[in-house]
């Protein structure tokens, strides 16, 4: 029988990425999102690509009823948590929703997952628990020193899941450390969903290259760094999603193998910001108008991840590159149906590319 995995947050950017892969990985899929940030339509779309629409809870993973119904009714195996606060420009904006979301969420769902005896979880995290890294490649032994709001929600989850672990050795937990997730999946039928303007840099300057918008800001060209602009690991959305079921399938191999496992997914090298845009003009065949602007807040220079224990772990490297991430995520932006009509004959995708 196939496992049902709960994905929290499963129709957001990564979740639904994730459900193409646990559903080409032998899993079944169950969503439990509360749509603040998730796409509607990505259910629809990704029975297109599976050839069967995941099932969908809309819910809520403070909910601590809703989940203990779900355990009680759905045979749950194992869970990949990623329901919660994405940005760390929300947790500045409003750090105690930022928390509330974050942290109160994952610990009512490991309290519900405690109650049922659903002990296997994957953690999303983010390296933005490093803060501002001393040295780049950035291993998972490095001091964790998380700048922001939401960097230290993601490391007091972290943290409590290694108590958990200490306490209770049948859990068995893989933390991922994700870098900076972009592209989308090659159909075409599902990517990143910005509401409003877009908080990664790949879709941004997908947005500028198509005319959506001003003028495309670099904020900061004066980093110590080869062009100025900042720099950071920029990983495949679909070798994220696979690293997932690599985890699921590593567990469920080694049943024997319990505690807590933290791995950063990263490519091992680093991108500038100019590189993304030089990328995105390629793959479109259009310029991207750019301002150099004043550093953002917070900002660290240059992150990318020392990816060496994923592999040894999970056998598991990021193959795709950076053109496949811009042409991923271009092929994505222009055929979302959210573009206004008016500027659809102007873009192309340059179909060169896609050999
Ligand atoms: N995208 C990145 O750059 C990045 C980097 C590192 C870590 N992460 C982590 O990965 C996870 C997914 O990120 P994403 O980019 O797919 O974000 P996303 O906003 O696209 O997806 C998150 C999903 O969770 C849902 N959600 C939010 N709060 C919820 C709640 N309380 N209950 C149920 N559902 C809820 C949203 O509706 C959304 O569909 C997040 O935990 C994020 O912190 C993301």
Redo the contacts with the bound molecule.
């Keep these: 029988m196939r496992s049902c995995i709960l994905v929290?947050?499963g129709?957001?950017?990564?979740?639904s990425h994730i459900c193409v892969a646990l559903s080409a990985g032998g899993y079944t899929p169950l969503i439990?999102?509360?749509?603040?940030?998730?796409d509607p339509g990505v259910v629809e779309r990704l029975g297109r690509i599976t050839g069967r629409p995941p099932r969908c809870i809309r819910?809520?993973?403070?909910d601590r009823a809703l989940l203990d119904r779900l355990f009680r009714e759905e045979c749950v195996e194992g869970v990949i948590h990623?329901?919660?606060?994405?940005a760390a420009s929300d947790g500045l904006s409003d750090p105690i929703a930022c928390h509330e979301?974050n942290v109160v969420?994952s610990f009512t769902l490991i309290a519900a997952m405690r109650a049922a005896s659903v002990k296997n979880l994957i953690f999303?995290?983010?390296?933005?628990v490093y803060g501002s890294p001393d040295v780049s490649p950035v291993p998972e032994s490095a001091a964790c020193r998380p700048s922001s709001p939401y960097g230290r929600t993601?490391r007091e989850i972290e943290r409590a899941l290694t108590a958990l672990c200490v306490a209770d050795p049948a859990w068995r937990v893989t933390v991922l450390r994700?870098f900076?997730?972009a592209g989308a999946h090659e159909s075409g039928l599902i990517g990143?969903?910005p509401r409003g303007t877009p908080l990664?840099l790949v879709s941004a300057v997908c947005q500028a290259a198509a005319g959506l918008g001003q003028t495309f800001k670099v904020q900061g060209s004066d980093y110590p760094t080869w062009d100025g602009t900042t720099i950071r690991d920029y990983v495949h959305v679909m070798d994220i999603a696979r690293a997932h079921v690599l985890a699921l399938d590593h567990m469920q191999q080694r049943p024997w193998q319990q505690g807590l496992q933290t791995l950063n997914l990263g490519t091992g090298r680093g991108h500038s910001v100019l590189d993304v845009v030089r990328a995105v003009e390629h793959v479109s065949g259009r310029q991207v108008a750019c301002e150099l602007g004043p550093r953002r807040v917070g900002d660290v220079p240059a992150c990318w991840a020392n990816p060496s224990m994923a592999l040894a772990t999970l056998g598991w490297r990021a193959s795709g590159n950076l053109e496949a991430i811009c042409r991923d995520s271009w092929c994505w932006q222009v055929s979302s149906g959210r573009w206004p009509d008016s500027i659809l004959p102007r873009i192309r995708i340059n179909s060169n590319l896609r050999s």
């Design positions: 929290t947050g129709a957001g950017f990564i979740g439990l999102d509360n749509f603040s940030n998730g819910g809520d993973v403070r990623l329901g919660g606060v994405k979301n969420g999303a995290s983010s390296a933005a993601k994700y900076n997730p990143e969903f990664h």
